[in-house]
């Protein structure tokens, strides 16, 4: 029995002996999977149908209890005819994986970073314009955090559906979510596919570069930048739940911020008021809908008492853990109005702290007017980074302690909006630079 995927129509294998057949029929992949008559994105998934077809019958779970041995066995050598055809069909060599989704082809290179509960590889794909564009795969250790994985595709998707497209290059762009099963062992993991930034450093590489804390002058720009992403994320109806030093990145240079991670997060409950729809202030008092799924315990300074208790979070969960971010990068010698002010955002009470970051941001620049005059941009220099698998993900790498900030040069004060104008560039500027690597 025979079938050929893509271009030609045959019948499919239906039972565990038909599946047996085939595969002792096959003498090389395309006897498997059919033959390279085709674009390779055609054939690889038209391809990938018939694997996971094979794989479903002969998986030694699904196969018959008295026939598990030659089941497993079958299997190991499917997955071996699967990473040959792949590999074959898009010319990859070695030891590179490459995986198939219903939209993309995928070919997986080293790894990036590692973090909490996922490895981070580098990965390239063909572009909408026919170009090569680059992303890192998000791949979960263990298949008890599947649901992590879930949670981050929820938030980001919500995210960029209804959050203000004009502050989308604070949040990551989600690529592709999608299942991956291992064709060794059949474990199958929720994998993620996010956009890369190039550039950035999270603030665990910030603390370890000055370790004595950091002028106010040069911590509040990463201040503002992160009370953006926070009340974009808000006003979208979702709550991060684990702001970290980890998870918040910086652009030196640039003075760009993204807020990654979002494993954690839980949605807002905006229908519990009958204010369903009615963002972005009824939403900003909004409970969630559940409690944060899981702690980072060497951060379990961070997190106020809701969490531990698991209690909904609210918008002000965030606002607690953003501060407390922001003012371990402080030098001892911060202006002691500034220290009242993250007091104010850090109470034990959810109720008692402010919900509105954009608004806080608002009183926020009011304070640093009062002690610093207008706003100036202040060059920000960090170390050449020694790890090239460090940051970018939430891993943060030992470096030597960072040269002094160059002398400040002045900037153009921003208009009064409704919105937090002027938050990314180096001038200040109220348009956005694009913070994403294509």
């Known amino acids: 029995m025979t079938r050929t995927p893509g271009t030609t129509s045959t019948t499919a294998p239906t039972t565990f002996e038909e599946a047996l057949e085939l595969l002792a029929g096959a003498r090389d992949p395309q006897a498997a999977f059919g033959p390279y008559d085709g674009t390779p994105e055609a054939c690889l998934r038209a391809a990938n149908r018939t694997y996971r077809l094979l794989a479903r019958l002969l998986h030694p779970d699904t196969a018959p209890a008295d026939r598990r041995t030659e089941a497993a066995a079958a299997f190991t050598r499917l997955g071996e005819l699967w990473n040959r055809y792949q590999q074959d069909i898009t010319g990859v060599t070695g030891r590179q994986v490459v995986i198939t989704t219903k939209r993309r082809v995928?070919?997986?290179?080293?790894?990036?970073?590692?973090?909490?509960?996922?490895?981070?590889?580098?990965?390239?794909?063909?572009?909408?314009?026919?170009?090569?564009?680059?992303?890192?795969?998000?791949?979960?250790?263990?298949?008890?955090?599947?649901?992590?994985?879930?949670?981050?595709?929820?938030?980001l998707e919500r995210i960029a559906r209804e959050g203000d497209p004009e502050y989308t290059d604070y949040v990551p762009r989600l690529v592709e979510s999608f299942r991956y099963r291992d064709a060794a062992t059949g474990t199958e993991r929720r994998a993620n596919v996010i956009e890369r930034v190039r550039g950035f450093r999270s603030l665990t590489e910030v603390q370890e570069a000055y370790p004595d804390g950091?002028?106010?002058?040069?911590?509040?720009?990463?201040?503002?930048?992160?009370?953006?992403?926070?009340?974009?994320?808000?006003?979208?109806?979702?709550?991060?739940?684990?702001?970290?030093?980890?998870?918040?990145?910086?652009?030196?240079?640039?003075?760009?911020?993204?807020?990654?991670?979002?494993?954690?997060?839980?949605?807002?409950?905006?229908?519990?008021?009958?204010?369903?729809?009615?963002?972005?202030?009824?939403?900003?008092?909004?409970?969630?809908?559940?409690?944060?799924?899981?702690?980072?315990?060497?951060?379990?300074?961070?997190?106020?008492?809701?969490?531990?208790?698991?209690?909904?979070?609210?918008?002000?969960?965030?606002?607690?853990?953003?501060?407390?971010?922001?003012?371990a990068l402080l030098a001892s010698d911060a202006p002691k109005p500034l220290l009242r002010f993250a007091r104010g955002c850090s109470l034990p009470a959810p109720a008692r702290r402010p919900h509105d970051a954009w608004k806080l941001l608002g009183e926020l620049d009011e304070l640093l007017g009062k002690l610093y005059g207008p706003r100036r941009f202040r060059p920000f220099a960090m170390p050449t980074r020694r790890d090239p698998k460090s940051g970018g993900a939430g891993a943060?790498?030992?470096?030597?302690?960072?040269?002094?900030?160059?002398?400040?040069t002045k900037a153009p004060k921003a208009p009064r909006t409704s919105k937090p104008a002027d938050v990314t560039t180096p001038v200040d500027s109220a348009k956005a630079p694009k913070a994403t690597e294509k």
């Open 396 to 408: 943060g790498a030992r470096t030597p302690k960072a040269t002094k900030a160059a002398k400040t």
């Open 106 to 155: 995928y070919s997986v290179g080293e790894e990036r970073a590692s973090g909490d509960i996922a490895t981070l590889y580098k990965v390239s794909y063909r572009a909408e314009d026919d170009g090569e564009a680059r992303a890192l795969l998000k791949m979960p250790r263990s298949v008890t955090d599947n649901d992590l994985m879930e949670r981050e595709a929820t938030a």
């Open 214 to 327: 950091l002028d106010a002058r040069d911590v509040a720009w990463m201040w503002r930048r992160l009370l953006v992403a926070v009340g974009y994320a808000h006003r979208a109806g979702v709550v991060h739940g684990a702001i970290t030093p980890d998870h918040v990145l910086i652009h030196p240079h640039r003075h760009g911020l993204v807020l990654v991670d979002w494993c954690y997060s839980v949605l807002l409950d905006d229908s519990a008021s009958g204010v369903a729809g009615a963002r972005p202030d009824a939403i900003l008092r909004a409970k969630a809908v559940e409690h944060v799924p899981a702690m980072i315990d060497r951060h379990a300074d961070l997190y106020p008492p809701e969490i531990p208790g698991k209690q909904p979070p609210e918008t002000s969960t965030d606002v607690y853990m953003a501060t407390a971010c922001i003012t």
